[in-house]
T-cell receptor
Framework: AQTVTQSQPEMSVQEAETVTLSCTYDTSESDYYLFWYKQPPSRQMILVIRQEAYKQQNATENRFSVNFQKAAKSFSLKISDSQLGDAAMYFCAYRSDFGNEKLTFGTGTRLTIIP | DARVTQTPRHKVTEMGQEVTMRCQPI?????VFWYRQTMMQGLELLAY????????DSGMPKDRFSAEMPDATLATLKIQPSEPRDSAVYFC?????????????FGPGTRLTVL
């Protein structure tokens, strides 16, 4: 079974600075998808960014980018120019490209933005 | 802007009562998921459907939980009888999977409290 580990329960960053959230995963599969979801206090789960394992190029979405290291099974999220609205829980998630299509989530990292 | 909708947003009930949660997936999406979020277990899959057919319900306590899709625009999750340990946030998510896209879009969740 796949597992996802987020080793940083909490992180904080000064507004306008850059922060990196860590995520590692364990799988024996070669094809899969990785996601970062954001959950603000409203509880809504919002997709931040996604990465297909077969793509070597790291995904980017505006101020959000990932560092995908397939051999190391690492998938970190970098947030540039942090804004107050970025404050939330961030969840890393794995989805197999075979069989069950459920998302397997990490335990989350709570990000605080310091004004 | 297409969204997954869930009703009710909040539900407080007493132990032993029946609870029904409803989800309207994004129009055209072929796959619907039910997830549960608790402090202890995090986010975990309860069940999911493709084209209204159940594919996996191994995450559900079968004796009290049931999930159905009466039609393509409605998914339901029922708990009967409810217990205090069922208190959690229940998310519905939908996606257009196995068609080259793979992203799951989440609804706002139903916060259930069983007294």
């Amino acid at each position: 079974a796949q597992t996802v580990t987020q080793s940083q329960p909490e992180m904080s960053v000064q507004e306008a600075e850059t922060v990196t959230l860590s995520c590692t995963y364990d799988t024996s599969e070669s094809d899969y998808y990785l996601f970062w979801y954001k959950q603000p206090p409203s509880r809504q789960m919002i997709l931040v960014i996604r990465q297909e394992a077969y793509k070597q190029q790291n995904a980017t979405e505006n101020r959000f980018s990932v560092n995908f290291q397939k051999a190391a099974k690492s998938f970190s999220l970098k947030i540039s120019d942090s804004q107050l609205g970025d404050a939330a829980m961030y969840f890393c998630a794995y989805r197999s490209d075979f069989g069950n299509e459920k998302l397997t989530f990490g335990t989350g990292t709570r990000l605080t933005i310091i004004p | 802007d297409a969204r997954v909708t869930q009703t009710p947003r909040h539900k407080v009930t007493e132990m032993g009562q029946e609870v029904t949660m409803r989800c309207q997936p994004i129009l055209g999406h072929n796959t619907v998921f039910w997830y549960r979020q608790t402090m202890m277990q995090g986010l975990e899959l309860l069940a999911y459907f493709r084209n209204r057919a159940p594919l996996d319900d191994s995450g559900m306590p079968k004796d009290r939980f049931s999930a159905e899709m009466p039609d393509a625009t409605l998914a339901t999750l029922k708990i009967q009888p409810s217990e205090p340990r069922d208190s959690a946030v229940y998310f519905c998510a939908s996606g257009l999977l196995r068609t080259g896209t793979d992203t799951q879009y989440f609804g706002p969740g139903t916060r259930l409290t069983v007294l």
